[in-house]
């Protein structure tokens, strides 16, 4: 799917709250070399109040991520996936994405880290380390 440059994340919906892929327990983005963005959350603007707040993959437990070299999620990792598996998709893994702003909070959940075709630094494998319920890690 070489044409698929983006996800949107807009919901046309008139309350000021909203979960979208509130099932949602899986997901996998296979082959798609242009995709860029991965929208995780979208806050409302409290000034205009246009956009209503999104609290999006609640329940998401397992992503996949192959050969999508250019894909990040915006603004990070959603904090309750357990398992992630990332191939040939460098921009996954770079440190503000996978540990989001506060990197105490966010990835917390993460227990299985595969990672396959990867370059990183010795300062983002460092940050693995703070993440205390991460039992696996294959590279």
Same mark, same amino acid.
């Given at each position: ?84 598996? *990332? +191939?040939? $998709? ?8 996978? !540990?989001?702003? #506060? =990197?105490? *909070? +966010?990835? $917390? ?8 075709? !990867?370059?990183? #630094? =010795? ?17």
């Amino acid at each position: 799917m070489t044409g698929v440059h983006s996800m949107g994340s807009e919901v046309p919906v008139r309350r000021s709250k909203i979960t979208i892929y509130q099932s949602l327990k899986e997901l996998h983005f296979e082959y798609m070399p242009n995709l860029e963005i991965w929208p995780t959350s979208s806050a409302m603007d409290h000034k205009n109040n246009q956009q209503p707040e999104l609290f999006m993959f609640p329940v998401l437990k397992t992503v996949t991520v192959t050969e999508c070299p250019k894909l990040r999620p915006m603004p990070c990792l959603p904090d309750a996936i357990s398992d992630l598996s *990332v +191939s040939s $998709s460098s921009e996954m893994l770079s440190v503000g994405r996978i !540990f989001g702003p #506060s =990197s105490l *909070v +966010s990835a $917390s959940l993460l227990r299985r880290l595969w990672v396959k075709n !990867f370059d990183a #630094s =010795s300062n983002e494998w460092k940050l693995l380390q703070h993440r205390p319920k991460l039992e696996d890690l294959v590279i």
